[in-house]
């Protein structure tokens, strides 16, 4: 492959001609189709007749009144609006069927059965398809048939437990995390079924809970309670079994110290000009720097405190111990090394008017996010028109009356009127 062939490649990505259609709305769904599309994939939106995606509705909104909630998880993608209860839209989603490598949807478990395009029918009538179903529960178990929202299996699943601090009351985790944790186990989960299909040439099913999900990324709290017998309760911004693992005072604001082994609590003593702290009996190890956190701390910020956050980082990078300040979101805008990282894209709708959000952070071959040009989030059925042509380019059988830009729904139909299994952030 000659370098401009190379460099075609990269910005196509390594899911270059790989199908998805997304049934999904709202977070959790639609957060995996954007990174399978951010990968390369082509991603066509299911949308429900009228409103669309939910979050189309959802503030901040740019000029025209569109919503940047939606485009940023729903850039680069294609809409079409189906009713399913339609007979020549079911046609459509068949033609899409044959065309498609993905499925994803994220309704009640059973949702999908009544509609016809459930999984188990789906593996008879396109075995190819890898059918990927993100839920609150999973769809096995006694709480399948129950909705789930981010807020719910992050209470459920014990990580609100363990978030805030000691004499306050349990907090949500500042961002979606049920919802983003089941979207990235999506991912996972469909692209090693991409794979498996390269050796066996049959799709897969991928049931995704967010509960599950929730128990997995507790890290090690479950093994601290089978081992020692004690819940783990909230430590602020602590870790539990690192110290010093977290904030302390400086004379202007709070920095992060993460000295995660004796090494670098002592590189981290040096740096504050204060070695003896490495020789006290009460800190020589980690785990004694844990059973003595309280007493670490205040000798720590006994130090910190005279010399303004800036000092501290100088110091302790100089030093190779890891350190922050702790950032506002409005600092990542201008981060030196996310900067470089071309980690800050923009996105843009109908309107035209971009806006900047996170991009994709998988670097696979040197290849570098866009930050000039805007990915384009679609309008509702803006695809419309040219799926039809591309599905139906030799036949006049799906033909719209005269004048009419899509077709209108049969009665009213919404097969999108159940709740979707996650909340937004």
Not at 22 to 30: I, M, Y
Not at 392 to 421: M, N, Q, T, W
């Amino acid at each position: 492959m000659d370098a401009n062939n190379e460099d075609e490649a990269k910005k196509k990505g390594p899911l270059d001609g790989i199908t998805v259609l997304d049934f999904s709305r709202v977070l959790a769904g639609p957060y995996c189709t954007m990174m399978l599309a951010d990968l390369g994939a082509r991603v066509i939106k299911i949308e429900k007749f009228g409103t669309g995606d939910d979050t189309r509705a959802f503030g901040p909104f740019v000029e025209g009144g569109e919503s940047a909630y939606f485009m940023c998880f729903n850039r680069g993608k294609e809409s079409i609006v189906l009713d399913i209860k339609s007979p020549r839209d079911r046609e459509l989603l068949e033609r899409l069927l044959d065309a498609a490598d993905v499925v994803v949807e994220n309704f009640r478990p059973g949702v999908m059965d009544r509609l016809g395009y459930g999984a188990e029918r789906i593996a008879k009538t396109h075995p190819h398809i890898v059918y990927a179903s993100i839920s609150g529960f999973g769809h096995t178990g006694p709480f399948s048939d129950l909705p789930g929202y981010d807020m719910v299996v992050q209470a459920m699943g014990g990580v609100m437990s363990v978030t805030g601090w000691p004499d306050g009351p349990p907090a949500r985790v500042g961002t979606s995390f049920g919802d983003l944790g089941a979207a990235l186990f999506a991912t996972v989960g469909i692209v090693s079924s991409l794979y498996k299909r390269t050796r066996d040439a049959q799709g897969s099913r991928v049931d995704i809970g967010m509960l599950d999900c929730q128990a997995a990324l507790m890290e090690t709290a479950l093994a601290r309670y089978d081992v020692e017998g004690v819940v783990p309760g909230r430590t602020g911004d602590s870790h539990p079994s690192l110290a010093p693992f977290e904030s302390f005072q400086a004379s202007d604001a709070r920095f992060i110290i993460a000295a995660g082994n004796d090494t670098l609590f002592m590189l981290m003593a040096d740096a504050l000009g204060a070695p003896q702290l490495a020789l006290d009996p009460q800190f020589i190890t980690n785990d004694l720097r844990c059973q003595n956190r309280p007493a670490m701390v205040k000798a720590i910020e006994i130090i910190t405190v005279r010399q303004p956050v800036t000092h501290w980082i100088d110091r302790l990078n100089e030093a190779g111990v890891p350190c922050s300040a702790i950032n506002t979101v409005d600092k990542l805008f201008d981060h030196p090394q996310l900067g470089a990282r071309n980690m800050i894209i923009k996105v843009a709708g109908q309107s035209g008017r971009a806006v900047r959000t996170a991009g994709n952070p998988i670097r696979i071959d040197d290849a570098e996010n866009d930050t000039f040009t805007p990915v384009l989030a679609p309008g509702l059925n803006e695809h419309r028109e040219a799926i039809l042509k591309e599905l139906f380019v030799d036949e006049k059988a799906y033909r719209h009356p005269a004048g009419e830009s899509s077709p209108p729904p049969l009665g009213g139909v919404d097969i999108y009127g159940v709740a979707p299994c996650q909340a937004a952030m």
